[in-house]
C-alpha cells in the first residue's frame, strides 16, 4: 500500500525552513528519500532504519519513529537547489529485500 | 561505469503497436526494478527481478511482460499499447543488502 506523504506542495523563501512526512499503515523495515529534478531521475538522499535513527546529509536529514510508522524530512536554511520533488520510498518487513513503494511526491520550491 | 542505462530515451507509438523498453547495469547488482511515472502518481512498480531468472508483478502489471535477459539486463515489453500506458518509465537497480536504489535516465513513451 502506497504510503502518504505531506504537504503535497510546499513553497519557501530562500533560508526557510521546512518538514515533509510520509506515513504508512504498514510496519516498516526502512525508509529511503529522494529527490527528482524536472526531467531528470530520481536521486538518493538517505535511508533510515527502524529504531529511529536519524540520518542527515548537510542541511538535510530525517528520522524515522518505528511506532508510528512514520518518517520525516527536515531541510533547513532551504537553498535553490533544494527545489524539486521529494518521495519517500518504504520497504515493508517481510517483502522482497529492497522492494520500495513509493509515495506521491511532495512538491518543494525554493525562491530566491 | 555506465551506471543504469536505458534506451530509448523518447518514443512515440500508436494504439496497438509494440515495442521493448531497454535497461542494463554494469553494477553487478542482484535486483533491477521497472518503474512508471505519471503526475501526481509518484513512482509504482511494474515489475521487478530480484535475481538473475527470476521476475515478480509489481503494483501494475496489466499489458506488460518482462525479460531477465541476464544479470546485466531487464526489459519491459507492451505487447499492445493503449494510451493509458503514456508515461515516464525508470528502470532501477539494487545490490544486496540495505541501499540505495540507482535509477536510469527514463523513457518518455506517448501512445496515440
Known amino acids: 500500500q502506497q504510503p502518504v506523504q505531506s504537504p503535497q506542495a510546499v513553497i519557501l523563501r530562500e533560508g526557510e525552513d521546512a518538514v515533509i512526512n510520509c506515513s504508512s499503515s504498514k510496519a516498516l523495515y526502512s525508509v529511503h528519500w529522494y529527490r527528482q529534478k524536472h526531467g531528470e531521475a530520481p536521486v538518493f538522499l538517505m535511508i533510515l532504519l527502524k529504531g529511529g535513527e536519524q540520518k542527515g546529509h548537510e542541511k538535510i536529514s530525517a528520522s524515522f519513529n518505528e511506532k508510528k510508522q512514520q518518517s520525516s524530512l527536515y531541510l533547513t536554511a532551504s537553498q535553490l537547489s533544494y527545489s524539486g520533488t521529494y518521495f519517500c520510498g518504504t520497504e515493508m518487513w517481510g517483502t522482497s529485500y529492497g522492494k520500495l513503494t513509493f509515495g506521491q511526491g511532495t512538491i518543494l520550491t525554493v525562491h530566491p | 561505469n555506465a551506471g543504469v542505462t536505458q534506451t530509448p530515451k523518447f518514443q512515440v507509438l500508436k494504439t496497438g503497436q509494440s515495442m521493448t523498453l531497454q535497461c542494463a547495469q554494469d553494477m553487478n547488482h542482484n535486483s533491477m526494478y521497472w518503474y512508471r511515472q505519471d503526475p501526481g502518481m509518484g513512482l509504482r512498480l511494474i515489475y521487478y527481478?530480484?535475481?538473475?531468472?527470476?521476475?515478480d508483478k509489481g503494483e501494475v502489471p496489466n499489458g506488460y511482460n518482462v525479460s531477465r535477459l541476464n544479470k546485466r539486463e531487464f526489459s519491459l515489453r507492451l505487447e499492445s499499447a493503449a494510451p493509458s500506458q503514456t508515461s515516464v518509465y525508470f528502470c532501477?537497480?539494487?545490490?544486496?543488502?540495505?541501499?540505495?536504489?540507482?535509477f536510469g535516465p527514463g523513457t518518455r513513451l506517448t501512445v496515440t
Open positions: 527481478s530480484a535475481s538473475e531468472g527470476t521476475t
Open positions: 532501477a537497480s539494487h545490490p544486496n543488502g540495505l541501499y540505495e536504489q540507482y
